[in-house]
């Protein structure tokens, strides 16, 4: 099982650019646009340039997505399954696995200072 250290995202902004989405979670931002395509929970905004801006929604539906197909293994087509099936149920998921490594981060640091 992989479990990523996530980028904690800034109260602050009201949006994220690609980059910012894409290091996040240690992918190319070509990861990012194929995800926007294939999940339609994916809505980002875009700008007279064109560019993404990505609201904290969409990084939390990146968390989702992330946890089904890089962490849990599945499928695309299994991981739009899981969200349509039971969406309530995955999100449940990510939170206790971001709450586990909020407490690992925890006890690295501890061991480290003893």
Do not use: C
């Amino acid at each position: 099982m992989i479990f990523t250290t996530f980028v904690p995202m800034s109260d602050s902004k009201l949006y994220y650019a690609i980059g910012e989405v894409a290091k996040m979670f240690e992918v190319n931002t070509s990861l990012i646009r194929f995800w926007e395509k294939e999940f339609d929970i994916i809505k980002p905004k875009k700008n007279k340039k064109g560019n993404r801006l990505f609201t904290k929604q969409d990084v939390d539906n990146f968390h989702i997505i992330f946890h089904l197909v890089k962490e849990r293994g599945y499928t695309l087509e299994g991981a739009k399954k899981k969200l349509k099936d039971n969406k309530e149920d995955t999100i449940q998921n990510v939170e206790i696995v971001k709450s586990l490594q909020k407490i690992k981060g925890f006890l690295i640091d501890l061991k480290e200072e003893l």
